[in-house]
């Protein structure tokens, strides 16, 4: 596929798009720690809240001493279980709709927040304000909790089993197991065509996202001057991803139209692919309301440590031939539910979206036992998904152990078409991108624990591929302004660490032939243009809507720049009114529209490029208006999730071992993308560092760790939680393709995290020692592998 239904989709020459190095345009608030995040609001006489949060992992609050908690100096109000407030939270009155906080596989809770605390650290029904967070502590303490302790999973290999205590309703499956599958084909049938069958275990933990901005809201109460209402307006600092619905999702909860929903912070710190709300941005305004004060909650570093991925036990079972080629393929997982609010996309979603449809395999069959446990939340749709990416990345490696192939030969095999399982082609990005990775990483496979670096540790290396999609969820609503010559972009923000807002500026430069820095990115929370959407949908697509929007503008300017060469105003004068003296005639002069374009700035006669006007010029005081809604045609990616191939990426990595230390290395990542077209390099690069620390953390450092008695999360804190520094991160070579086989903006598709990988690692360091080692592969794993430990 291409660009072939927006306006310029084929261009061929580029001064803006792809440009390395352009800066944000928030960049200098952000490095410079002025940038203002929600916590960093402070308004006079204001309050500050705190939930009640379990110190158990599975637990029903029955009691609290208010009366106590009254009396503590500086407390202001508190609300329970109880107060009427607190109940009808979510419905009409106090807000229009009840807060989404559902979404488990094991159902949802029945309210915004209830007496129920589905893990440790978990919000109940109880909430102390006051004058301080200091006597809000306080207050809580006086309240003296009086609590029901439960029966907890944290085990989900022991919750599974059929004696294991039910620890909340599951109406979709039996005890704490909902089962799902997903089939194709007659797998009892591969396997008996199969020359060779293989079993292995593919085993990931939980890891953390760990948005290093905590979460935190301030709101107030006013009455806003402009608004014909004796209605209050609403001010809430402590922006809402516009994925999550932005600003208005709160609004909405309190019967708010947009414009009485205001908002001035645009930073939200690095979030990427978090859809959740957190309590504290959504009950804040609730607070404020009862005590007529603005009301500030945020969250603290340790309840940040939400999940970005699942835990999940699968074993598989392959059959292939004798050259390499699958005919069945059996996956058995055991995945974390986790706690409500929880993402489903890394669990059953997996199976429709997933690397096997990717194959020429025709016989598959999943099994998935998704478990309620009381681990913790995952408000991501995930950095790894589909989790199950290596589960075939593993099969791969280990069948070409066994026929004492190179694994790109058996992925090169099993690759299906472009078009879907049955067709016999190459894919040409695949291709691509395999021809230049080998190139980058001097590839030459060797067998598994045949080769010794000079210092004495053993030599690994993995391949893997993925598909670059673009997800087609979200629609979009351009607009663009010209006024006093110059180009505006006006866009809602907030800024989440996703420079998509600068990609469709350059878009708009590139249309309009102008540089980067004429466009004016004019951030304004009331605005309308949202470019950030659901997954990789949201540079590339908005750019496609924003570069017919521009196109739409290009046509005004150059009717404008006729009109105005036609009707030039007189330079001088006082007012307008008259006085000054005739301009020279414009080089633009009896041209039309058609005639003229723009280019460096300047508008210009195609024919005779020579007679030219600066655009301010060429437009004179014509103040212009250009909108556009829509998205672009639906990517193949959303029509097949796998049956069709464009965009591809591949990864590479090369791993040292010591192997009387047992210590891993990562020498390097390689990496070769195609998204279709590269629109901010800078950012692409950026992704590409950021999913490589994500894949390096969980393979070989990051993991959780539970009191399984209590439950208790035993490491959510920066110093036992070992997250990746920069100082841990190796070097990563990238190389960008572009085949323009997309088709949003100029044939681009998209990245995603489609790079961020769970095994690839783990699979260098079987080639390297010959064990398996589950991630994360510490030195007292590795050793164990190896029979040392």
């Keep these: 596929m291409a660009d072939l239904e927006g306006v310029n989709g084929q261009r061929e020459e580029f001064k803006v798009v792809g440009k390395p190095n352009l800066p944000g345009r928030l960049s200098y608030s952000l490095a410079t720690g002025i940038a203002k995040f929600g916590a960093d609001y ?22 609290v001493d208010v009366a106590a908690a009254k009396k503590v100096p500086g407390v202001v109000d508190i609300l329970t279980w109880e107060d009427e407030d607190l109940i009808n939270f979510g419905r009409a009155g106090g807000a229009s709709k009840k807060p989404p906080t559902g979404g488990g596989m094991g159902g949802q809770q029945s309210a915004f927040v209830d007496q129920i605390a589905d893990m440790e650290d978990d919000e109940v029904a109880v909430i102390v304000v006051a004058e301080t967070e200091e006597a809000c502590d306080e207050g809580l303490k006086a309240l003296n909790p009086q609590w029901e302790v439960r029966p907890h999973v944290v085990d989900i290999l022991e919750g599974r089993k059929p004696d294991a205590p039910v620890i909340r309703e599951n109406p979709r499956g039996k005890g704490n197991v909902t089962v799902v599958t997903n089939n194709r084909g007659d797998v009892e049938a591969g396997f008996k065509e199969a020359d060779q069958i293989i079993e292995y275990d593919f085993n990931m933990p939980a890891f953390c996202g760990h948005v290093p901005n905590p979460y935190a809201s301030v709101a107030y109460w006013y009455h806003d001057p402009l608004q014909s209402t004796e209605q209050q307006s609403l001010r809430i600092e402590g922006p809402v991803w516009t994925a999550s619905g932005g600003k208005d999702s709160v609004g909405r909860m309190y019967g708010l139209p947009s414009e009485m929903v205001k908002q001035e912070s645009l930073f939200q710190g690095g979030k ?50 004798n050259n390499g080629l699958i005919t069945a393929i059996e996956d058995f997982s055991i995945a974390d539910a986790g706690v409500p609010p929880v993402s489903t996309l890394g669990t059953s979603g997996d199976q429709g979206y997933g690397p096997y449809f990717t194959t020429r395999c025709l016989n598959i069959k999943q099994t998935m036992e998704v478990v309620n446990s009381n681990r913790g939340k995952m408000y991501t749709s995930g950095q790894h998904c589909p989790f199950n990416w290596d589960a075939l990345t593993m099969a791969l490696h280990i069948i070409a152990d066994k026929l004492n192939k190179d694994p790109i030969e058996i992925a090169t095999l099993n690759l299906h078409g472009p078009t879907d399982y049955t067709d016999p082609n190459p894919v040409p990005s695949y291709e691509a991108c395999v021809k230049e990775g080998k190139k980058l990483m001097n590839w030459n496979w060797h067998a598994t624990g045949a080769k010794k670096l000079p210092d004495g540790r053993m030599h690994g290396a993995a391949f893997r591929y993925q598909m670059c999609p673009r997800h087609s969820f979200s629609s979009y609503n351009s607009k663009l302004e010209l006024r006093n010559g110059k180009v505006h972009m006006p866009t809602q923000g907030p800024c989440t660490g996703i420079y998509a807002v600068e990609g469709n500026a350059m878009v708009v430069a590139e249309e309009l032939g102008l540089r980067y820095e004429d466009i004016s990115i004019d951030f304004d929370p009331m605005e309308v243009f949202a470019p950030v959407g659901g997954g990789s949908d949201g540079t590339t697509a908005s750019a496609w809507v924003t570069k017919e929007c521009a196109n739409l503008l290009k046509k005004q300017i150059l009717e404008a720049a006729v009109k105005n060469a036609e009707n030039p105003p007189a330079q001088g004068g006082f007012g307008g009114f008259g006085g000054g003296k005739a301009p020279a005639p414009s080089p633009l002069k009896g041209c039309k529209a058609e005639d003229l374009d723009i280019k460096d700035g300047k508008v210009y006669v195609k024919s005779d490029p020579g007679r030219s006007v600066p655009l301010a010029r060429a437009v004179g005081q014509a103040h212009l208006f250009a909108t556009f809604s829509g998205r672009p045609p639906t990517a193949l990616w959303a029509t097949g999730m796998g049956r069709y191939l464009d965009t591809m990426n591949i990864a590479m990595c090369e791993v040292a071992v010591d192997t009387e230390t047992g210590q891993v290395e990562i020498v390097r990542f390689g990496v070769v993308a195609d998204p279709g077209k590269v629109i901010r390099l800078t950012s692409l690069e950026s992704q590409i560092d950021q999913v490589m620390d994500f894949s390096a953390g969980c393979q070989l450092q990051e993991d959780y760790f539970y009191d399984k008695n209590t439950g208790v999360k035993l490491n959510a804190n920066m110093l036992d939680y070992k997250k990746v520094s920069m100082l841990d991160m190796p070097r990563v070579d990238k190389q960008f393709l572009e085949t323009r086989a997309g088709n949003a903006a100029y044939g681009a598709n998209g990245i995603s995290h489609s790079l961020a990988n769970t095994h690839l690692v783990i699979c260098a360091i079987y080639n390297a020692i010959g064990k398996w080692v589950d991630p994360p592969a510490t030195p007292d794993k590795v050793l164990k592998a190896l029979g040392k430990a």
Excluded at 43 to 62: E, G, I
């Design 42 to 63: 402070v308004f006079p006489d204001m309050l500050h809240a705190k939930f009640l949060r379990s110190p158990y992992a599975n637990a029903m609050v029955k009691s």
């Design 272 to 321: 990427y692919c978090d859809w959740g709300l957190r309590k504290v941005q959504q009950i804040t305004p609730l607070l404020s309301r009862r005590t007529g004060r603005p009301v500030r909650m945020a969250i603290t570093r340790k309840e940040m440590y939400d999940f970005n991925m699942n835990q999940r036990f699968t074993h598989m079972k392959v059959g292939f031939k």
